[in-house]
């Protein structure tokens, strides 16, 4: 079971972030604002990249930084500008016919290479709203194939289309490309390392995929920020792919810890009790599902008699008969055969033996098992209730079907009736009993105890005869 739960990790694919259109979109637009008709220059090119890269220090020490080379870039001419801004509104207004008209026409108008270079950033906003990917995609790689495009404007693009790249699937381009945005840009922000981490996680290069994310992670908390919870998935889908599962416990503890209100929140904490599973940890693993199951995150009928089979696993059989009957009486637990039985056992084990032949001869009665017939005859044995005893064995050894999943060891069977009839005082049965029993290797040694037993008890009993 807890395999299987764990294994869920690895089945949930990652998909590239919902966000990351957006993200596009937005860079597109900043981009075209950011570069209105002005003369611009690259030294302001950290202001321009939609996020991706973190602001430098106001106040920093010039004898120890580099100069960087500052060169006036070409401006936009005011009716270039405002043709284009005309394309972005029939965009935004999905005027798509109007704005490839428009797009046309800017064509035919000489441009300088930086004008270029902004009709194909809006060539590629308008084919990215009509989600034609591929065709955004060539737009881009247009501006980055161009000549004297500003930084500001390189480091965006190639941004923006390695995130089209992953959108498309496109995983080695897009690495590619995220690299060559790494390499142009001085202090990325932690958004770009976990992008990173997600394409090296969907190329299957795992252990690439987690230097990156711990990175941003890390970036983050030094910020006093709380990670992204997509960012700590990505992590913790990373860590199970290279099979490391004490790392895996920490990262799920931190899912918990920074995002308790989540929607996952129950799978994280079921997960984390797989965990422990794993590494051998059987007190930390029930622990924690009881911890879910108090703050009422176990709400599926598997998890609560999970945690129930659990308890009555760990000798803990009234706290497991609370779960189920709590359960049922919710109705979150279906009052079946199965789950009647399992209640009967833990009920028996914990010694509430009126309530536990009740449960258990409704589950006998909705089954008709051996199994089922077999616990109750022990239920009434151990109140020495001989005659209701011995009516369930009989009907465990009607019922019984060997190799059936209900099935009862005809041994145990044979050994249970001949205790009973023996505390009927009915020896001579008792004994035909056991020495069934005692052709079965398993029973051999106790049925061999009982038949000497009764042997002596028959000679008890002659003697008292013989004397009176």
């Given amino acids: 079971m807890n395999r299987a739960i764990i294994n869920n990790i690895s089945s949930n694919k990652l998909t590239p972030s919902k966000t990351l259109s ?99 950033n809006m060539h590629a906003y308008m084919h990215f709203n009509q989600e034609n990917y591929s065709a955004a995609a060539e737009a881009y790689e247009k501006i980055i194939a161009g000549k004297r495009v500003p930084e500001s404007l390189l480091q965006t693009t190639l941004y923006s289309l390695s995130k089209l790249y992953l959108m498309q699937q496109n995983y080695k381009t897009a690495l590619v490309t995220l690299n060559k945005w790494f390499d142009v840009v001085e202090n990325p922000g932690a958004e770009a390392y976990v992008i990173r981490a997600q394409v090296h996680y969907q190329l299957e290069q795992f252990k690439q995929a987690l230097p990156d994310v711990r990175h941003a992670i890390s970036m983050t908390l030094e910020k006093g920020k709380k990670p992204r919870e997509n960012w700590l998935l990505i992590e913790r889908a990373v860590y199970f792919q290279n099979k490391d599962y004490v790392s895996m416990e920490r990262c799920l503890k931190d899912l918990i810890a920074f995002y308790p209100d989540s929607a996952s929140t129950s799978q994280y904490w079921i997960q984390l009790s797989a965990i422990y599973n794993e590494l051998g940890k059987s007190d930390a693993e029930l622990a924690t599902l009881e911890a879910a199951y108090e703050q009422g995150l176990l709400s599926k009928e598997a998890q609560q008699v999970n945690l129930a089979q659990a308890m009555l696993g760990k000798d803990i059989p009234y706290k497991s008969a609370q779960i189920l009957l709590q359960g049922m009486k919710d109705k979150s637990i ?53 005659n209701q005893a011995l009516t369930n064995i009989d009907n465990a050894i009607d019922k019984n079907i060997p190799d059936s999943k209900s099935a009862v060891p005809e041994h145990d069977a044979r050994i249970l009736k001949g205790l009973i009839l023996f ?29 000497k037993y009764i042997a002596s008890e028959e000679k008890r009993i002659a003697f008292i005869a013989n004397t009176e």
Avoid at 355 to 363: C, E, G, L, P
Avoid at 423 to 451: G, I, R, V, Y
Wanted: no cysteine.
């Fill in 22 to 120: 957006r993200l596009i979109l937005t860079t597109v637009i900043a981009m075209f604002a950011a570069h209105s008709p002005t003369v611009l220059s690259e030294v302001n090119s950290n202001n321009s990249n939609a996020g991706a890269q973190e602001h430098t220090s106001a106040v920093e020490d010039k004898k120890t930084i580099k100069k960087k080379r500052v060169r006036r870039a070409q401006t936009m001419r005011p009716k270039i500008f405002k043709k284009l801004d005309e394309v972005r509104e029939l965009t935004d207004t999905k005027r798509y016919s109007e704005a490839a008209s428009a797009l046309k026409s800017i064509s035919n108008i000489k441009r300088n290479s930086y004008e270029i270079a902004m009709t194909w």
């Fill in 334 to 386: 279906s009052e079946n055969a199965k789950n009647l039985s399992l209640l009967g056992d833990a009920l028996m084990l914990a010694k509430e033996y009126e309530q536990a032949i009740v449960v258990m001869a409704k589950a006998a009665g909705l089954s008709d098992s051996a199994k089922d017939y077999y616990k109750l005859a022990q239920i009434h044995t151990e109140r020495q209730e001989w």
């Fill in 423 to 451: 505390n009927m005082k009915d020896l001579l049965l008792a004994k035909a009993e056991f020495e069934m029993a005692s052709h079965f290797t398993e029973a051999e040694k106790m049925a061999a105890q009982w038949l």
